[in-house]
C-alpha cells in the first residue's frame, strides 16, 4: 500500500464541521458536527422534528445547508451540476418511501442508475443487478414492477438499487417507518448483512434493538443538535443527558 493510500484510510469517508440549517425561523440543525469513518454503522436516533432527516438529507445535497461544511473522502460537497450528481452517484441513499419507478421492472429499475450514470452495458448492468437482488432476497421479483411488490420487497429492491452504484457509503432515512410490522426484519436484515460486509452507513431509525445490535456509534439528536453520542451498549444502558434519558424512557412503554 502506498504511503498516500495509508493517509486515505484515516480520511473520514463522511464529515459535517458546524452545519447549521434552517427552514424560516426554525432552526433545524444547529452546529452539527459528526464524522464518519470507513466501514464505521452510526445509527441517529432522536425524537421526531430533532434534524435526524434533515442532516441525513444535507450530507447528498437533498438539503441544502446555511452555513458550515460537508466533506466526503475529505473533498467538500460540490454545489451543483456534473460534480454534485458524480459525489450523490457515490452516497447511496434509502428513504422511507421506496421511490422506485412504477413503471420500470425492479430489474431496470436497480440497473437505471448504472446504465446511465456509470455507462455500464446491459449484460453488465443485469448480472450485477440480479446478483444484488438475491443477495436482498427479491431475485425472483426481478420482472414484476413495484405495485406487485410487498413494502419490505420494494425496500429491499431498492436497497439494491443503491448498492449497484458500488456506493462508498450509505445513507438511510428512516428506512422501515413505511411498513407493516412483519416487514421491518426483513429489511433490517438485509442492513445487517451489510453492515457485517463492511459498509459504512449512516441510519436514522426508530428501531432500537437494531441500534444496539449494529451500531459502532449511537448518535442521539433533540432539538437540532447532537446531545450524546457513545457506543450503544454504554448509551442505551448508561445515558449521560438527561434527554437522552427521558427519550429512552418514552420509547420503553412501546
Same mark, same amino acid.
Request: net charge negative; with cysteine.
Given at each position: 500500500?502506498?504511503?498516500?493510500?495509508?493517509?486515505?484510510?484515516?480520511?473520514?469517508?463522511?464529515?459535517?464541521?458546524?452545519?447549521?440549517?434552517?427552514?424560516?425561523?426554525?432552526?433545524?440543525?444547529?452546529?452539527?458536527?459528526?464524522?464518519?469513518?470507513?466501514?464505521?454503522?452510526?445509527?441517529?436516533?432522536?425524537?421526531?422534528?430533532?434534524?435526524?432527516?434533515?442532516?441525513?438529507?444535507?450530507?447528498?445535497?437533498l438539503e441544502t445547508i446555511d452555513?458550515?461544511?460537508? %466533506?466526503?473522502?475529505? $473533498?467538500? +460537497?460540490? =454545489?451543483?451540476?456534473? &460534480?454534485?450528481? *458524480?459525489?450523490?452517484? #457515490? @452516497?447511496?441513499?434509502?428513504?422511507?418511501?421506496?421511490?422506485?419507478?412504477?413503471?420500470?421492472?425492479?430489474?431496470?429499475?436497480?440497473? %437505471?442508475?448504472?446504465? $446511465?450514470? +456509470?455507462? =455500464?452495458?446491459?449484460? &453488465?448492468?443485469? *448480472?450485477?443487478?440480479? #446478483? @444484488?437482488?438475491?443477495?436482498?432476497?427479491?431475485?425472483?421479483?426481478?420482472?414484476?414492477?413495484?405495485?406487485?411488490?410487498?413494502?419490505?420487497?420494494?425496500?429491499?429492491?431498492?436497497?439494491?438499487?443503491?448498492?449497484?452504484?458500488?456506493?462508498?457509503?450509505?445513507?438511510?432515512?428512516?428506512?422501515?417507518?413505511?411498513?407493516?410490522?412483519e416487514m421491518i426484519n426483513e429489511?433490517?436484515?438485509?442492513?445487517?448483512?451489510?453492515?457485517?460486509?463492511?459498509?459504512?452507513?449512516?441510519?436514522?431509525?426508530?428501531?432500537?434493538?437494531?441500534?444496539?445490535?449494529?451500531?459502532?456509534?449511537?448518535?442521539?439528536?433533540?432539538?437540532?443538535?447532537?446531545?450524546?453520542?457513545?457506543?450503544?451498549?454504554?448509551?442505551?444502558?448508561?445515558?449521560?443527558?438527561?434527554?437522552?434519558?427521558?427519550?429512552?424512557?418514552?420509547?420503553?412503554?412501546?
Amino acid at each position: 500500500m502506498s504511503q498516500e493510500h495509508a493517509g486515505e484510510k484515516n480520511v473520514p469517508v463522511i464529515e459535517l464541521r458546524h452545519v447549521d440549517k434552517h427552514y424560516g425561523d426554525l432552526h433545524v440543525l444547529r452546529d452539527v458536527s459528526l464524522s464518519v469513518a470507513r466501514g464505521e454503522v452510526v445509527v441517529i436516533i432522536g425524537p421526531s422534528g430533532s434534524g435526524k432527516s434533515t442532516l441525513c438529507r444535507t450530507i447528498n445535497r437533498l438539503e441544502t445547508i446555511d452555513s458550515g461544511e460537508i %466533506l466526503i473522502e475529505g $473533498e467538500p +460537497l460540490p =454545489q451543483e451540476g456534473r &460534480e454534485l450528481a *458524480r459525489m450523490r452517484s #457515490e @452516497l447511496g441513499m434509502v428513504f422511507q418511501q421506496f421511490n422506485l419507478f412504477a413503471h420500470m421492472s425492479v430489474l431496470d429499475n436497480v440497473t %437505471l442508475g448504472p446504465r $446511465e450514470v +456509470l455507462g =455500464q452495458q446491459k449484460e &453488465e448492468a443485469e *448480472r450485477y443487478a440480479l #446478483e @444484488l437482488l438475491g443477495r436482498v432476497g427479491v431475485a425472483e421479483q426481478a420482472h414484476k414492477v413495484p405495485a406487485q411488490l410487498s413494502g419490505g420487497q420494494q425496500q429491499r429492491a431498492a436497497i439494491a438499487r443503491s448498492l449497484a452504484m458500488r456506493p462508498k457509503a450509505m445513507l438511510f432515512d428512516e428506512p422501515t417507518s413505511a411498513l407493516d410490522p412483519e416487514m421491518i426484519n426483513e429489511v433490517l436484515d438485509v442492513m445487517v448483512e451489510l453492515a457485517r460486509g463492511g459498509m459504512t452507513m449512516i441510519v436514522v431509525t426508530h428501531e432500537m434493538g437494531f441500534a444496539r445490535r449494529v451500531a459502532d456509534r449511537v448518535v442521539f439528536m433533540a432539538d437540532g443538535q447532537i446531545v450524546e453520542e457513545g457506543v450503544p451498549d454504554a448509551f442505551f444502558d448508561h445515558p449521560k443527558s438527561q434527554r437522552a434519558r427521558d427519550f429512552l424512557d418514552s420509547i420503553k412503554g412501546h
